[in-house]
């Protein structure tokens, strides 16, 4: 068990964010998300994941904390 006085001696510091190009979702989610300039933006759709070249297997599970770490941005939709 560690005192508080002993807590108080490590360094705090900002969180530090996700890489851009990071794919991420919670547990609990059926969204997924991609770091995109240091926001979190929605893929719309299978088809929109899947034109892009990502790939289900990079999807990193994260808590609710991380991913409101990132401000929301708007949402990527596959064109053609």
Not at 1 to 17: G, Q, R, T, V, W
């Amino acid at each position: 068990e560690i005192d508080l006085e002993e807590l108080n001696e490590y360094i705090k510091s900002k969180a530090i964010k996700l890489k851009d190009n990071t794919l991420i979702k919670t547990a609990e989610g059926h969204t997924v998300y991609v770091i995109s300039n240091g926001l979190r933006r929605s893929l719309a759709n299978e088809e929109t994941f899947t034109s892009l070249g990502y790939n289900w297997s990079a999807i990193n599970i994260v808590s609710e904390r991380v991913l409101k770490l990132h401000k929301l941005g708007e949402p990527i939709i596959y064109s053609q």
